[in-house]
């Protein structure tokens, strides 16, 4: 079992920035890949970056298009998803996920899920 609690989701106009972290408890952290997911209202919840237990893989959704990076410390049991040049189409609420074992884009594989932090972004 593990513990997910997001957090640095807000308002911000385009073309700016947002620092969203992952703060995970319970079972050691570095046991588990981890992922971020979004989800806007009518659709479908989509993957957006994952990173392995050490950070030596790591995967990005076509969308992010080098303005996202995923980074973990687990010294800190924390992952952080960097939203650089933000457009209006990422307005979502964005979710981290853990699992344990190898890095997944199917948000079907992950067993633990954070509650979620709204990202709106105004053009």
């Known amino acids: 079992q593990v513990q997910l609690v997001e957090s640095g989701g807000g308002l911000v106009q385009a073309g700016g920035s947002l620092r969203l972290s992952c703060a995970a408890s319970?079972?050691?952290?570095?046991?588990?890949?981890m992922g971020w997911f979004r989800q806007a209202p009518g659709k479908e919840r989509d993957f957006v970056a994952a990173?392995?237990?050490?950070?030596?893989?790591?995967d990005y959704a076509n969308f992010t298009q080098g303005r996202f990076t995923i980074r973990r410390d687990n010294a800190k049991n924390t992952v952080y998803l960097q939203m650089n040049n933000l457009k209006a189409e990422d307005t979502a609420v964005y979710y981290c996920?853990?699992?344990?074992?190898?890095?997944?884009?199917?948000?079907?594989?992950?067993?633990?899920w954070g509650q979620g932090t709204q990202v709106t972004v105004s053009s």
């Open positions: 319970g079972r050691t952290f570095s046991n588990y890949a």
């Open positions: 990173i392995s237990r050490f950070g030596g893989q790591i």
């Open positions: 996920a853990a699992r344990e074992g190898l890095v997944r884009s199917d948000a079907k594989f992950y067993d633990y």
